[in-house]
């Protein structure tokens, strides 16, 4: 089930016969939540007694696990024993509790590696559960997918020696939280490889992950956000700064021809505020979304790129899982904020591609490029689209994804949603909308979901995919020649949002 | 690389700097390079390079800073940063008795591998303990009679302050300085046979 997700994403782009193959896996995964109901209730019951024991009775719990778990982390459990005190107070928080959202890694033999709030340290108990109930419906030979109670959903995901777990009382949708997950589990991957990560646990079961994480959590703290508020990441596409094609393909000429020498060199990637400005890539090998996207929250997370040039090793998933791309990081000029990565397998070449660093700042300089660029940075992203310009101000927002190029262009978050509020319930609307899209078979066309505050349509068309978000009282049809009329304009404007066209290196 | 045919009178030396996670390595070089400090710091990915030169009369040494990673994960991949490097800096927390645990850890994988390397033992957040914020996790007579061992310089710095930043680079120059002439004709005999390229990796 999680790899049809995981293709999932990357296969939208395939026009042809691939959507009915998805919607067939999202069927089946369907029907076996169906299947399942009963147990689940039951598992329900079984977890909730378990969270009632443990809250009664620390003590018989954690004996309870420990026999569970390796020996050597005996000397832990000492120590978790005598924090159990704080542990009860993170779980009894009240902030803690009113979290919207948690996610937590943890090994397949229940040591905790990451918890978005609170300490994983002061949660051993709830960890201790959560494996309990995956390896219980394990023992039955079967998956244990996802927990629905009420408004709340807990997903889980099981990736070799890693459990991932998302709780969330928001009602999000089963799909939105299992590809936040792949997106956790890529992370995760993408500073280990997955070679790594599959070797240390055969030797030992127990490895406590959290050795090789130590430092990371910002990463995945940082990606979690990133998820919850660029949609791009969850309709899997890239998302790119707006500029006239001839300048964008200016600056890829410069970056292209500086490094045609440069063997091994698989990408060049200039980036800036979390969107692409130009790529360049090594003939056979593209570049994916999702591995884009790690690259986009890597450079986000790490201040220090700013400061000196870095030899970053990258493992990027959908490229290569099992081993690291070195990369060359830097941004432009220091008043420059774009960062360019030049990516490679040869890990001998780092003053080679410093040189050529330097070579294409100097060309892009010379030839005016980095004040294009520090332009249009500069402009708000409220400038980029103009809902009223194109005349469909009737429209709220929109979300666009070409299917071809898997560009994706958003409209800028103005009023009533310009608060973080607000964003993030349209974002769950789209998510759900989106969710039912894909789950549904034969697949839609079109989906409405209406409600007081506004109309949300989902829109899959042959050559893109359209969210918006317009007037409540608008019907139906009009609200469709509204969205044809906007996907129209951006058709035609399609070259200055979208990278359709990447230059081989 | 090719500055080494253009300028005789420049030396290069490549410098890492290494040691466990949180022992304050890329501060101590952010103080050296560019004379300041951040209290607050996220950790260093891979490692990241800057080059700073240091004058001896009209002389210079180009000094090739890396400043790697110290978390255990980036462990198998931090050959690629030291080979070939003319001198080490380890760093330890010296409030920190495990950095200074994983200290000795690091001078052995670096003698091993880099018999040549020099190394330089560095005692960080010196300012810590001046102030009395925290005591020191290692007694300092442990810390000589160890680098004594190693024949490695030590000194203890505070990159809040600068305190000894620079005295530790200028101990490191002045010795590779050294290095570089008293063995000049064997110098001239490497540059002579081999590429020029090798300097950087002899790998390649």
């Known amino acids: 089930m999680c790899d049809a997700n995981s293709v999932l994403p990357d296969s939208k782009s395939d026009q042809g016969t691939e959507p009915s193959g998805e919607s067939k896996n999202q069927d089946v995964s369907k029907e076996d939540d169906e299947e399942d109901a009963v147990q689940h209730k039951s598992l329900h019951s079984s977890c909730s007694t378990i969270v009632d024991e443990a809250e009664q009775n620390d003590v018989v719990n954690v004996d309870m696990m420990t026999s569970d778990l390796p020996r050597d982390l005996e000397n832990d459990f000492v120590a978790a024993t005598t924090e159990l005190e704080n542990e009860d107070s993170v779980l009894d928080s009240e902030e803690w509790k009113a979290k919207e959202k948690h996610i937590f890694i943890l090994s397949s033999s229940g040591k905790p590696v990451y918890s978005r709030h609170g300490s994983e340290d002061k949660l051993v108990t709830l960890f201790g559960v959560m494996q309990a109930l995956v390896s219980f419906v394990q023992d039955s030979d079967d998956t244990l997918e996802s927990i629905h109670f009420g408004n709340n959903v807990i997903v889980f995901q099981i990736r070799g020696p890693i459990v991932l777990v998302a709780v969330s009382k928001k009602n999000d949708s089963v799909l939105f939280l299992r590809n936040m997950l792949e ?323 | 690389m090719a500055r080494d045919s253009s300028s005789k009178k420049r030396v290069d030396a490549k410098i890492v700097i290494v040691g466990s996670s949180g022992a304050g390595k890329t501060a101590l070089m952010e103080r050296f390079v560019y004379s300041k400090f951040t209290q607050v710091r996220v950790q260093t990915i891979g490692a990241t390079y800057v080059s700073k030169e240091v004058f001896r009369g009209k002389e210079s040494i180009h000094l090739s800073i890396w400043d790697t990673a110290g978390t255990e994960r980036y462990r198998s991949m931090m050959k690629q940063y030291y080979r070939n490097a003319k001198g080490a800096i380890i760093c330890y927390d010296i409030t920190d008795k495990h950095s200074w645990d994983a200290l000795r850890s690091w001078a052995t994988e670096i003698r091993g591998n880099e018999p040549d390397c020099r190394l330089f033992i560095c005692g960080t957040k010196k300012d810590i303990v001046d102030e009395g914020y925290a005591p020191p996790g290692v007694h300092s007579d442990c810390v000589k009679f160890y680098a004594e061992g190693l024949q490695a310089p030590s000194i203890v710095s505070s990159s809040k302050t600068g305190e000894n930043v620079d005295a530790l680079f200028s101990m490191v120059a002045d010795e590779l300085w050294e290095e570089v002439h008293q063995k000049p004709l064997k110098k001239d005999v490497v540059s002579l046979d081999k590429p020029v390229r090798r300097n950087c990796c002899y790998s390649a």
């Open chain 1, 183 to 505: 997106y956790v589990y890529n992370q995760v991957v993408s500073v280990l490889t997955l070679r790594q990560v599959t070797t240390i646990f055969e030797r030992r079961r127990n490895y406590d992950l959290r050795r090789l994480l130590t430092g990371s959590e910002r990463l995945i703290d940082h990606l979690l956000t990133f998820y919850e508020t660029e949609p791009s990441l969850f309709m899997n596409g890239l998302a790119c700064i707006p500029m006239p094609s001839p300048q964008r393909e200016a600056i890829s000429s410069v970056i292209v021809s500086t490094c045609s020498k440069i063997k091994n060199l698989v990408f060049a990637v200039l980036v800036a505020n979390n969107r692409l400005i130009a790529l360049a890539r090594k003939r056979k090998y593209s570049m994916c979304p999702s591995d884009l996207h790690l690259i986009l929250n890597m450079v986000a997370a790490s201040e220090s790129f700013k400061t000196a040039e870095s030899w970053t090793p990258i493992c990027l998933p959908q490229f290569n899982a099992n081993g690291f791309l070195h990369g060359h990081v830097s941004y432009l000029t220091e008043d420059c904020d774009a960062c360019l990565l030049l990516l490679t397998v040869d890990q001998d070449i780092f003053f080679q591609l410093s040189e050529a660093k330097k070579k294409i700042t100097e060309k892009l300089t010379k030839n005016n490029l980095v004040s294009v660029i520090n332009d249009v940075l500069k402009k708000p992203p409220s400038s980029w689209v103009s809902l009223h310009y194109i005349g469909v101000s009737k429209i709220r927002h929109f979300i666009y994804k070409c299917k071809k190029s898997q560009n994706i262009l958003s409209s800028p978050l103005t009023p009533p949603y310009d608060t973080t509020d607000e964003s993030r319930k349209l974002f769950t609307k789209y998510q759900n909308l989106y969710s039912k899209m894909f789950e549904s078979n034969p697949q839609l066309q079109v989906l409405f979901q209406e409600s007081d505050e506004e109309r949300v349509v989902c829109l899959i068309g042959e050559k893109f995919e359209v969210l918006a978000a317009l007037e409540p009282v608008i019907k139906k049809q009009s609200a469709l020649d509204l969205i044809n009329k906007l996907c129209q304009w951006i058709q035609k404007e399609e070259d200055r949002f979208f990278i359709t066209n990447v230059p081989y290196l």
